[in-house]
């Protein structure tokens, strides 16, 4: 058993230092503190969740077994309990690594624009290249009807949730007061409901769903709730 520690949330350490795993299920209660959830990931935690996409297309959720992914990955028996702790964090981790990257570099994008319509583009545009991802969100539809059944499952992909709507919001405005944070969380919540709807719609009807125009009308629309709540 090779050597390493659990840390207080459920994620494990191994004997190089690496730190794998998700957020701890129950987010902290300052919610504008973002921790990156697959940054730290060991190049070895990164291959497992790679092969756990493999096992996920061949076979659906019912298939993704900790045996099964370990050996996707050519990696020993335990590996996943070792980098991950448990099945749950490491398949919260699998839903994260399906659209982080994309969203990642959507809010660095932000960084140097000014607040407002060029922020609104740069984030709709990466949310529209997400949508059309369809191997991503068909691996994560297929997760999502376990999740909301699996009481260890569930509170970790609702704090994935809660993480990237904090980068939603931190893209859209720096600075403000909290009675507008909080009406920014409430567009962060639909820009999450509008670019996984769309993206089932696009999966279910790919020839009809035209994510160019649905996404244009999508902008329109923030830019005109973020004009009203952000007078220049």
Known sequence: MPEGEYVDDGRRRGAAGELSGVPPADPPADRRSVVDPVASLSPTARRLVAAARRVLARGGFEALTVEAVAAEAGAYRDAVRYYFGDKATFVA?????????????????????????ERVHALVDGDRDLAEDTASFRDFFTIVPHALRDKELRPRVAALYDWYRDLYVRSLADGVEDEVRDRLY????LMSAVTDGLALQKA???ERVDLERLFGLWERMLRASLEELLPR
Do not use: C, N, S, Y
Request: proline share 6%.
């Open 93 to 117: 981790t699998v839903v994260d690594a399906l659209a982080h990257d994309q969203t990642v570099d959507a809010f660095e994008k932000t960084r140097g624009l000014p607040i407002g319509a």
């Open 186 to 189: 409430e567009l962060a919540h």
């Open 204 to 206: 279910l009807d790919p």
